[in-house]
């Protein structure tokens, strides 16, 4: 779900196609879990008889089929596939009933484009450098492993993958390939589902459903329902991935929030568009994420747990309980600008009245 979040976590309105990364389609070995377990010094410095690529300059993406038909490379190659094809190893229709982690027949890819690699595609770049790291939404400093299993729980509608679990560490194994040469600490231009200007007004989910129906209903479908790679039991998931309904990401995912959801439409919806040039406008982008924000999604329990320090509640969490006066309404369509400056007010007068504050 990215990450993002998760992600989000949190989001999942791509359109990866059914076989993105041909190598991947060769019948490699999974990594047993013994072996990965003995290779956790990987994690911290890769492998020591190949050493990792240079940093990437601008936006290069690291090619996971460069590495070594070694441990090392094995458990990077697996994460990637957890990613692309999380349905078919992880999903909820797999054969080995202890393996079904996901709760939906998404892949991670449906939100983190192209195996996690695509500028303002919510990337996966730079992320594994970001921890451990204070995490709003829980209210403390948090470690990659559980950010990762934010988005099993929530983007994927499933539940936690073990901390010491081979899918865990092949995932993050394939995030720390993908951060090389990243600083700790350290921006990554291009994170994130991209820039976009916020309205003055709320979005508007009845004119978005129109233009849903014009740009996005012919991919997506008409009711949101995604397009089938195989059937419903096969495991095979989707050639693009369901909106809304039972088999997408539950209302507790970073993309079910508003902002999120239209700065990533904007910038990589329809297929083929970039961030650089996009097809829809701002407006239409906003309003088509009203429309599919406001269909019903598998709900997450204990959401009036998230952000326990309420002036750290983003203004468009669509779930209570909230600190700054705003309708729930407004906190699900916007306009975001007056939350915003009444959370900034706050967290304001707050400082003010913490001893030793400035």
């Known amino acids: 779900m990215a990450v993002g979040a998760a992600a989000v976590t949190l989001l999942i309105i791509g359109h990866p196609h059914p076989h993105p990364h041909p190598q991947a389609q060769e019948n490699r070995a999974t990594p047993d879990a013994a072996k990965l377990?003995?290779?956790?010094?990987?994690?911290?410095?890769?492998?020591?008889?190949?050493?990792?690529?240079?940093p990437p300059a601008d936006w290069t993406v690291l090619n996971v089929?460069?590495?070594?038909?070694?441990?090392?490379?094995?458990?990077?190659?697996?994460?990637?596939?957890?990613?692309?094809?999380?349905?078919?190893?992880?999903?909820?229709?797999?054969?080995?009933?202890?393996?079904?982690?996901?709760?939906?027949?998404?892949?991670?890819?449906?939100?983190?484009?192209?195996?996690?690699?695509?500028?303002?595609?919510?990337?996966f770049q730079g992320v594994y450098a970001d921890f451990p790291n204070y995490r709003a939404r829980s209210g403390a400093v948090g470690t990659i492993e559980g950010r990762i299993n934010a988005c099993m729980t929530r983007s994927m509608n499933g539940r936690a993958l073990p901390l010491d679990s081979p899918q865990m560490t092949a995932i993050v194994a394939y995030l720390k390939f993908l951060s090389t040469g990243r600083p700790v600490g350290a921006p990554t231009p291009g994170r994130g589902p991209g820039r976009m200007a916020e309205m003055t007004r709320a979005a508007d989910p009845v004119r978005g459903k129109t233009i849903y129906?014009?740009?996005?209903?012919?991919?997506?479908?008409?009711?949101g329902q995604g397009q089938?790679?195989?059937?419903?039991?096969?495991a095979g998931g989707y050639s693009v991935p369901p909106l809304w309904g039972d088999d997408s990401f539950n209302n507790g995912a970073g993309m079910d929030r508003l902002i999120s959801a239209a700065k990533f439409i904007h910038n990589n919806?329809?297929?083929?568009?970039?961030?650089?040039?996009?097809?829809?406008?701002?407006?239409?982008?906003?309003?088509?994420?009203?429309?599919?924000?406001?269909?019903?999604?598998?709900?997450?329990?204990?959401?009036?747990?998230?952000?326990?320090?309420?002036?750290?509640?983003p203004a468009d969490a669509?779930?209570?309980?909230?600190?700054?006066?705003?309708?729930?309404?407004?906190?699900?369509?916007?306009?975001?600008?007056?939350?915003e400056e009444k959370l900034a007010a706050l967290k304001a007068a707050n400082r003010d009245h913490t001893p030793g504050g400035n």
């Open 269 to 313: 919806m329809p297929v083929g568009t970039t961030w650089q040039q996009p097809v829809l406008s701002v407006e239409d982008s906003w309003d088509i994420a009203a429309f599919v924000l406001s269909q019903p999604r598998p709900h997450k329990a204990h959401l009036d747990r998230d952000f326990p320090v309420r002036t750290e509640k």
């Open 65 to 123: 089929d460069t590495l070594r038909d070694d441990d090392w490379g094995r458990t990077v190659r697996y994460g990637r596939d957890l990613i692309t094809k999380t349905y078919a190893l992880i999903g909820p229709e797999v054969p080995e009933a202890s393996h079904r982690y996901s709760g939906n027949n998404l892949a991670c890819e449906s939100c983190h484009l192209e195996a996690g690699n695509r500028k303002f595609g919510l990337p």
């Open 318 to 339: 669509a779930y209570g309980p909230y600190l700054d006066g705003f309708s729930r309404e407004q906190h699900k369509l916007g306009p975001f600008l007056p939350i």
């Open 213 to 223: 129906a014009q740009t996005c209903a012919a991919c997506h479908g008409e009711n």
């Open 228 to 234: 089938r790679t195989g059937r419903v039991g096969d």
């Open 37 to 54: 377990a003995a290779i956790g010094s990987g994690l911290a410095t890769g492998n020591a008889a190949a050493p990792p690529p240079s």
